[in-house]
Every structure is written in C-alpha cells, then in structure tokens.
C-alpha cells in the first residue's frame, strides 16, 4: 500500500503499477482521485487540498462513522495519512454503481435519494464512537444561519457586495427567530449530483470532506438550492420536503427545511458573489485548474 500511495503522490496520469491499474477520475476541483483496480478488490486514493477543513480527516471518520452503525451507503475507510505528503490522503474501497450528473428523473429514485439522506438520522453525537467535527455549511437554527451567511458576506469589502444581496441579507435579518437548534445527526454537507452512486437497492455515496453533525433538515435545502439542480421544478421540490418529513418523521422537518432553503438561496448569491473579488486575488485555493470560463458561469448561476 504505502509503494503505491508514493507513486500516485507523484500524480501519474492513467496506467498501470506493478499489478495495479491507476486510473485517474476528473471532475474534483478540490482533490485529485485515482481509481486503483488489482486483485484484492479496487480503491479510492484520493489526495485532498490541505486547508482548515481537515478534508482528508472530515471524509476518513465519517466513513469510519457510517462503518460503525452499518449503513452501507459509503465507501469503506482503509487509510488516512495527514503528515507524509504535499497533500493528505485518504483511502476507501471504490463503490460501483452509476454515477450522472443528471438529477433524478422518477419517484423511486427521488425516494432512494430522500432516504439516503434519512438513514443518516441515525448517526448521531451520542451513539457514535467516532468524534467528529460540525459540518462545514449546516444551519442549525436561524441564528445560526444568519450567522453562516454572515461569514460569508464579510470575505466581500462593503463596497463589492452587490446591492441585492444587501437587500436579501436586510430582509433575512428581520425574520422572527422561532427556529430553534435540532438534534445534531451526520450531515454529508455536499449535494451535488456527482457524489451519489444510484445502486439497485440503497444509493450510496462519496465525497465526504466536507461531512460532520448538523440539523439533518438542512440537508434538504442544501440539495434544493445546489447549482446541479437548477432545472428541478418546485412541485418536485415539495415533494422531496414532504416525504423527507414522512420518512424521518419529524414534525418541525417541512417547515424547517422550507425557512432553510430561502435562507441558502441567499448564502449561494453571497458565495457566488465572492467568485468575482477572490479568484482574481488569488483567494480561492484549488488543486485542478479552473474553468477559463468561471465568471460567466457564476454569473449564471
């Protein structure tokens, strides 16, 4: 193991290693991943950007989390290494399964996707043995939230933020503060398309860097609002709060989740509006090069 981690440190593109095949997978701006196939079965190694969020460490105990209450809907954890190269690395068993960036297209599959996320209700603070840390974007009430996306706006000067997000961060201050804390639960904190693994039974997923506790309500307006599910109607968007509720059974669920997502509406224009003042300065760190056309795009969206 330690061998093959050392080659794929140096960031091979696609081949073979001693009795491996490497194959490296595109698609994270954050990561570099490889696909290792050998006779033992096939791995994830995957070397994270080295920041304040700990990713490597975040993705590692929450697999470990998940390992542990016997979920099956995430990679196996295998080896964490912090300290020996340029980037931490983490690996996990490799999942199989189909990966679109197409959202879901039926019931049975927005169903499978709403109980990925309730399975990890389960996982919780006081019956898991792995410590973890709070998730990397999670409202946890609505002081929380005004306080997240507080944060967000104060990495723009006063005099870059566009005056709408002004306006919607005025109108969401005045919001009466009747949204108490939750239960803290295992929160994935990344909905895009790309991370879930559509499986005959259970959905699985991937990609758990930005992972740890958090209002599992929150979950759902994270998936409502990501860019990779602009085109979603809102009647499907109803749909999904309501059977999330149903399924976890959580009264306070609905109505949760529908303050949640107008409050990350506003968090997204203030994180896109960052996109402008950072990138040209150099503040906002990757490993893979970005997109030549990262402006427009984030004007769009």
């Known amino acids: 193991m330690r061998e093959l981690i050392n080659y794929l440190a140096t960031w091979p593109e696609d081949g073979r290693f001693q009795s491996h095949t490497i194959q490296k997978i595109s698609g994270g701006a954050n990561n570099i991943l490889y696909k290792v196939c050998g006779d033992e079965g096939d791995l994830a190694v995957k070397f994270t950007l080295r920041d304040g969020r700990n990713r490597a460490r975040r993705e590692f105990q929450a697999l470990q989390a998940i390992q542990a209450h016997g979920l099956g809907i995430a990679p196996k954890p295998i080896l964490l290494d912090e300290s020996s190269y340029a980037q931490p690395v983490v690996v996990q068993s490799w999942l199989a399964g189909e990966v679109t960036a197409v959202p879901p297209q039926t019931d ?3 169903h499978k996707l709403v109980q990925h996320h309730v399975s990890l209700r389960q996982t919780r603070p006081e019956n898991t043995p792995v410590k973890l840390a709070m998730g990397v974007v999670n409202f946890n009430g609505l002081a929380d939230g005004l306080a997240q996306m507080q944060q967000q706006c104060a990495q723009i000067p006063p005099e870059a933020q566009p005056a709408a997000l002004k306006e919607l961060m005025q109108w969401a201050n005045e919001l009466p503060d009747d949204l108490p804390p939750a239960p803290l639960a295992l929160c994935r904190v990344d909905a895009n398309t790309l991370n879930f693994v559509r499986r ?12 740890g506790w958090g209002d ?3 979950e759902m307006a994270d998936l409502i609002t990501h860019p990779a599910y602009l085109d979603v109607p809102q009647a499907r968007w109803a749909w999904v709060a309501e059977k999330y509720g149903e399924m976890c059974g959580e009264e306070t669920a609905v109505s949760r989740i529908k303050i949640y997502t107008s409050l990350m509406l506003i968090w997204w224009v203030a994180r896109l509006a960052r996109a402008p003042y950072e990138i040209p300065r150099g503040l906002d760190e990757r490993l893979v090069a970005r997109d030549p056309n990262w402006q427009q795009q984030a004007e769009q969206k």
């Open 216 to 218: 599992p309500a929150f």
């Open 200 to 211: 005959a039974g259970a959905w699985a997923s991937v990609d758990w860097e930005n992972s």
């Open 108 to 110: 049975a599959d927005w």
